[in-house]
């Protein structure tokens, strides 16, 4: 993988310099909230989630039942890096090798200082992160800080990685004639954490915000009328909840713009494991969902029931009592702007 994804419209855009490989797509990685060691005592009171392609954030309010202060480990995991092959293009939002997400939370309005904790392993599951800090080499697979140490490594240290499974040869010609370059094939795991005391019978806020992984395609494939029926299509309409009202204002769009193929939207894509928080005594007594689609001529769609539409952009959803299972899976279709 020889381009760095910090700002994946790059990539979904096909822009990288010399390559003739780039594809138009750019996958989401999907992330969650906090994970909390289970204890019986501590009650969520709320959660408020702020869903968009530009930022998540979430608010908890806590409350311990018990008489005695708890202290749990709360984790904050990101999602895992894995590159898999040169023609691979993922949606990480910064370049920042540790902070991926640019990860920032508070506690009853103080911030929080976090302790990290990255780990490599190669197809096999054995840890390789020690193996590689000896090398020299980042551990973050999809900077191109990381291909450029790689390459710099004496011949037999490229056979151990090959040998290992950690690495692959990337050959290619970007105009200067065919090269071959030493390229990452390992996962990385990033878990940050810290210890949280909730005081006997007191009610603590926790809050955090980062800025998500988001999926795009240069153009939806969504009311294309060769693909309609196409599985990965039906897929797509399924793991969105797509309405036909939805299908139908994407085929008015193909027809008016004349377009052949599909209608002139552009696709991001959020993942939201909404069931990495169930880990405290009971349900969530009042859960609170609000997804903001960016641009009022954007189109938005996800599952949900009772979502009511509360803004120009913003939709909300609302639950007592509530556990949640499973992911929040956003589709957001971006009106793609005619040259004046």
């Known amino acids: 993988m020889r381009t760095t994804p910090a700002l994946a419209l790059t990539l979904a855009l096909g822009l990288a310099a010399g390559d003739a490989r780039a594809n138009d797509s750019t996958a989401e990685l999907a992330t969650g909230g906090l994970v909390f060691v289970k204890n019986d005592a501590v009650q969520m009171l709320s959660e408020d989630l702020f869903v968009s392609a530009a930022e998540i954030k979430v608010r908890y309010r806590f409350f311990n039942r018990s008489a005695q202060d708890v202290t749990v480990h709360v984790a904050f995991p990101m999602p895992d890096i894995k590159v898999d092959g040169p023609d691979q293009n993922i949606a990480v939002p910064t370049e920042d090798p540790v902070n991926l997400l640019g990860f920032s939370t508070t506690v009853n309005g103080a911030p929080v200082t976090t302790a990290v904790e990255q780990r490599v ?68 795991k990033t878990t940050f954490y810290w210890q949280q005391t909730f005081p006997a019978r007191g009610e603590t806020v926790i809050e955090h915000r980062y800025t998500p992984s988001v999926g795009l395609s240069v153009q939806t494939s969504l009311g294309a009328p060769s693909l309609a029926r196409e599985p990965e299509i039906l897929e797509h309409i399924k793991k969105y909840c797509v309405e036909n009202d939805l299908l139908a204002t994407l085929e008015r769009a193909r027809k008016t713009a004349k377009a052949e193929f599909g209608p002139p939207y552009s696709e991001q894509r959020i993942d939201y494991v909404l069931s990495t928080g169930a880990n405290w005594s009971g349900p969530i007594r009042d859960f609170r969902l609000v997804v ?4 009022p001529d954007s189109l938005i769609s996800f599952c949900g029931t009772g979502v009511t539409k509360i803004g120009p952009t913003t939709f909300e959803m609302l639950k007592t009592d509530y556990t949640p299972q499973g992911d929040l899976h956003v589709l957001i279709l971006k009106k793609i702007k005619s040259e004046p």
Do not use: C, I, N
């Open 292 to 295: 903001d689609k960016g641009d």
């Open 121 to 188: 392993t190669g197809a096999d599951g054995v840890d390789r992160t020690a193996l590689l800090q000896s090398l020299g080499v980042p551990l973050a697979p999809h900077l191109q800080a990381t291909g450029a140490a790689l390459d710099r490594l004496p011949k037999d240290k490229w056979d151990e990685l090959l040998k290992l499974d950690l690495a692959f040869v990337d050959e290619y010609d970007a105009g200067k004639g065919m090269e071959r370059h030493l390229a990452p094939r390992w996962s990385l």
